[in-house]
Each structure stands twice: as C-alpha cells, then as structure tokens.
Nanobody, 123 residues
Framework: QVQPVESGGGSVQAGGSLRLSCLLS????????MAWFRQAPGKEREGVAA???????TYADSVKGRFAISFDNAMTAMYLQMNSLKPTDTAMYYC?????????????????WGQGTQVTVSS
C-alpha cells in the first residue's frame, strides 16, 4: 500500500520559491503516473503537475515555466520546485499516486493521496 507523505510547505512572499517533497514508501514505480494537486479554500482540487514512468511530464497552464516536477534516482521521492510564486498559488498541495497521464487532472483516478502541505504566498 502506497502512502505518500508531503513536506516542504510554508509561507513566502510573492516572487519567492519553495520545494515540496513527497516520500513514496511502498510505491513500485511501474506504469503509473504521479502527480501534484492543490486545493484552495472554496475551490475544487486541481492538477498542478504530473510525471509518468516513461519520464513524460505535464503541467497546468497556470504553473508552466514556474514549477518543475521531478523524482529522485531511486524513485522513492517526488519533488515540486515552485519558483516565482504568486498569491494565487496559495493552497493545500497534495501528492497523488497511481493515476494515468492521459487523465492526469482527474483526481478520481489516483489510488493514494498524502495528507497535504500548506503553501501560503503573500503579496
């Protein structure tokens, strides 16, 4: 059973950077897709970035050029480097495992979720 655990959230000013981490204990990196989602108060959970077993990546338009998703060499941890942060990036960020890159923005397609880590960007 995969149990992602996120860390690295915090409070920063606009223009700053944060790096989120997701430990993937028990995960077998096979043909599945891993992703980062976020959810702001009163809004639906939205896909931020995803990466699959072939190394293909995809990003939401709102974060392209600012965020980067990556894995460590052992495929036991996933990261989200967030640069040029904006107040609109403020949300709870979640790590998700076991989805499909084809439908990566559909939260229902992921089998495991972390507990989330809060990111707050002030203007």
């Amino acid at each position: 059973q995969v149990q992602p655990v996120e860390s690295g959230g915090g409070s920063v000013q606009a223009g700053g950077s944060l790096r989120l981490s997701c430990l993937l204990s028990g995960y077998t990196y096979s043909t599945n897709c891993m992703a980062w989602f976020r959810q702001a108060p009163g809004k639906e959970r939205e896909g931020v970035a995803a990466k699959d077993s072939e190394g293909l990546t995809t990003y939401a338009d709102s974060v392209k050029g600012r965020f980067a998703i990556s894995f460590d060499n052992a495929m036991t941890a996933m990261y989200l480097q967030m640069n040029s942060l904006k107040p609109t990036d403020t949300a709870m960020y979640y790590c998700a495992a076991g989805g499909s890159l084809r439908d990566w923005t559909d939260a229902r397609g992921y089998r495991s979720w972390g507990q989330g880590t809060q990111v707050t960007v002030s203007s």
